[in-house]
T-cell receptor, first 112, second 115 residues
Framework: KNQVEQSPQSLIILEGKNCTLQCNYTVSPFSNLRWYKQDTGRGPVSLTIMTFSENTKSNGRYTATLDADTKQSSLHITASQLSDSASYICVVSDGGSYIPTFGRGTSLIVHP | KAGVTQTPRYLIKTRGQQVTLSCSPISGHRSVSWYQQTPGQGLQFLFEYFSETQRNKGNFPGRFSGRQFSNSRSEMNVSTLELGDSALYLC??????????????FGSGTQLSVL
C-alpha cells in the first residue's frame, strides 16, 4: 500500500530561524513528489514539484530535496517569517496510476 | 486571472440527504480534480476529470460521484450522506492534468457538515 509519512507532526520555531521538515514514502513506482503549503481555511498552494531525476529544487526561501534511493524528501525553510505559519503537506504520485498519496502534514508555527 | 472558485463555501446537511458541490476552474484549465480533507485522514484523492471524462478515481464508495461540463466546470455529488462525510472538499485545476510538471491550483474548498 502506498504511504507517505511526515515528521514532525508539529513544530514551533522563532521568527528568523531555519527549519527542516521530513517526508518518507513507500509509493512505487514513483512519478513525482510535491510540497504544498496550506494556510488555515484555504486550499493548498504548490511550493515545489520534483521528479525522479531531480535532487534539489528551490522556491524563494523554500528548498526541497529528494533522495529517490532512500525514498526521502525534506523541505528546508530559511529565515522563517510569521507568514510561514501553516501546514506543509508532502504528496507523492504513483507512476502507474498517477493517483496522489498525501502525507498528514507538518503544522508549523512561527513565533515572533 | 480568477482563481479556482468553489461554491458553496459552507454547507450543513443531515444524514441521508444528498449534496452537490460546484467547482469553476481557472480559465483555460481543462483538468479538474477533487479531494476530501478530514482531521483524521488528511487529504485524499477522490477523482479527476479531463474533457468531460473521468480519468482517475480514488478509493471512495460509489456514493461519491462527479461530472465535468463542456466549459470545464465540475460538480461533485455525494448521495445518502453519512456523518463521516463531514469534511473540507477541495477541487484543483490544471491546464491538462499533465503528470510530471504541471502545477495544481486549489480552491478554498467547501466545508460540509453532516448532522
Amino acid at each position: 500500500k502506498n504511504q507517505v509519512e511526515q515528521s514532525p507532526q508539529s513544530l514551533i520555531i522563532l521568527e528568523g530561524k531555519n527549519c527542516t521538515l521530513q517526508c518518507n514514502y513507500t509509493v512505487s513506482p514513483f512519478s513525482n513528489l510535491r510540497w504544498y503549503k496550506q494556510d488555515t481555511g484555504r486550499g493548498p498552494v504548490s511550493l515545489t514539484i520534483m521528479t525522479f531525476s531531480e535532487n534539489t529544487k528551490s522556491n524563494g526561501r523554500y528548498t526541497a530535496t529528494l533522495d529517490a534511493d532512500t525514498k526521502q524528501s525534506s523541505l528546508h525553510i530559511t529565515a522563517s517569517q510569521l507568514s510561514d505559519s501553516a501546514s506543509y503537506i508532502c504528496v507523492v504520485s504513483d507512476g502507474g496510476s498517477y493517483i496522489p498519496t498525501f502525507g498528514r502534514g507538518t503544522s508549523l508555527i512561527v513565533h515572533p | 486571472k480568477a482563481g479556482v472558485t468553489q461554491t458553496p463555501r459552507y454547507l450543513i446537511k443531515t444524514r441521508g440527504q444528498q449534496v452537490t458541490l460546484s467547482c469553476s476552474p481557472i480559465s483555460g484549465h481543462r483538468s479538474v480534480s477533487w479531494y476530501q480533507q478530514t482531521p483524521g485522514q488528511g487529504l485524499q484523492f477522490l477523482f479527476e476529470y479531463f474533457s468531460e471524462t473521468q480519468r482517475n478515481k480514488g478509493n471512495f464508495p460509489g456514493r461519491f460521484s462527479g461530472r465535468q461540463f463542456s466549459n470545464s466546470r465540475s460538480e461533485m455529488n455525494v448521495s445518502t450522506l453519512e456523518l463521516g462525510d463531514s469534511a473540507l472538499y477541495l477541487c484543483a485545476s490544471s491546464p491538462t492534468g499533465g503528470k510530471l510538471f504541471e502545477k495544481l491550483f486549489f480552491g478554498s474548498g467547501t466545508q460540509l457538515s453532516v448532522l
